[in-house]
T-cell receptor, first 111, second 116 residues
């Protein structure tokens, strides 16, 4: 199974700060995803990437951007953090057996 | 578009009780179906999957059958344990390839609490 790690488990940032969330896989799967999880809303797709430097918007991309310079690493960027971006952020990797493996999540609080 | 609807929670059961969490879906084409589980403070783990109609996924005593005629994928377990307390998510994925890339569409999650 692929192992997915995320740079921080908990993060506290101030409104207006630029925030970087990193996700790393230990294999070379092509498709990687960023979701946010909010109570009662399930998981919603922010962005995904299907190869190095290739990306597509998900369902809620506003206020976010992403970067994929190397195959194993997929970064989520909050250009100017706002309080409504306080959430749990989950990274996932899609495998050729049609399964997604998730990282442990980063709980971000914006004050 | 695709959508997944789960029964609303929370669900509270006594140990050894029978569990059913309902899940229905709307999708174009022939999706794969999944159940994920999230234990407190952790990320999501794949619990089981089914990739075509009438397939039964099973793992750790949990089962779900892909019912195309009723567009359902209900999760069941015959005898729950306290350690099964978690949030359960039903999800679907179009096949990777084309423009789908294996994106998952999730239900809203069902909180399960099992008491001794």
């Amino acid at each position: 199974d692929v192992k997915v790690t995320q740079s921080s488990r908990y993060l506290v940032k101030r409104t207006g700060e630029k925030v970087f969330l990193e996700c790393v896989q230990d294999m070379d799967h092509e498709n990687m995803f960023w979701y946010r999880q909010d109570p009662g809303l399930g998981l919603r797709l922010i962005y995904f990437s299907y190869d190095v430097k290739m990306k597509e918007k998900g369902d809620i991309p506003e206020g976010y951007s992403v970067s994929r310079e190397k195959k194993e690493r997929f970064s989520l960027i909050l250009e100017s953090a706002s309080t409504n971006q306080t959430s749990m952020y989950l990274c996932a990797v899609h495998t050729k057996t049609y399964e997604q493996y998730f990282g442990p999540g980063t709980r971000l609080t914006v004050t | 578009g695709n959508s997944v609807t789960q029964m609303e929670g929370p669900v509270t059961l006594s140990e050894e009780a029978f569990l059913t969490i309902n899940c229905t879906y709307t999708a174009t084409g022939y999706p794969s179906l999944f159940w994920y589980v999230q234990y407190p403070g952790e990320g999501l783990q794949l619990l089981l999957k089914a990739t075509k109609a009438d397939d039964k996924g099973s793992n750790k005593g949990f089962e779900a059958t892909y019912r195309k005629e009723t567009t359902s994928f209900h999760l069941e377990k015959g005898s729950v344990q306290v350690s099964d307390s978690a949030v359960y998510f039903c999800a679907l994925s179009e096949r990777a390839g084309g423009t789908s890339y294996g994106k998952l569409t999730f239900g809203q999650g069902t909180i399960l609490t099992v008491h001794p």
